[in-house]
């Protein structure tokens, strides 16, 4: 993609893909993530967008980015429960003591030494993506991709083979 026409892209439909993020997520930070993410995988494609298109493919674009958000953060929600102090009272089965020792055995043994860092930084100690960033010295959108293919790869681990 040109560089001209990226920019004419990003200047025309920037506003009406932020308020789109921000409807579905209410979290301006976030919603600016989303709209970024969206404008660096099309970059990264190289895709060409027709003008009669180009609008409900970036939209389109944001509503599967939010849902990708929302989705993380349900499985960062669980994640956060289970670790949570409550999580080792004796409500906690068996069963899920043992799912949680072999989850932190994975992200010890399968993830990076910089993927392990950012990962308990932001779920263990919980720190925002931008704390970790300015801690770590690094962009938060390299903390993001950290974490998204940690969390791939933790999801995938633990979906059940069929």
Do not use: W
Request: charged fraction near 30%; include cysteine.
């Amino acid at each position: 993609m040109i560089k001209d026409n990226i920019e004419i892209i990003f200047k025309t439909y920037y506003l009406r893909m932020y308020r789109l993020a921000v409807s579905i997520l209410y979290d301006e930070d976030e919603s600016k993530d989303v709209v970024s993410e969206v404008f660096s995988r099309l970059v990264a494609s190289g895709t060409e967008l027709r003008q009669e298109t180009a609008e409900a493919y970036l939209l389109t674009g944001v509503r599967n980015q939010c849902r990708n958000v929302i989705e993380r953060k349900l499985v960062r929600e669980k994640f956060l429960r289970l670790l949570s102090e409550e999580a080792t009272e004796p409500t906690m089965t068996n069963g899920e003591q043992l799912r949680m020792k072999e989850l932190m055995e994975y992200v010890e043994t399968h993830l990076s030494p910089i993927s392990q860092q950012i990962f308990h930084m932001r779920y263990l100690h919980e720190m925002t993506c931008q704390e970790v960033a300015d801690k770590l010295g690094i962009s938060r959108q390299t903390v993001h991709t950290h974490l998204r293919e940690s969390i791939e790869r933790v999801r995938v681990y633990f979906t059940p083979k069929q």
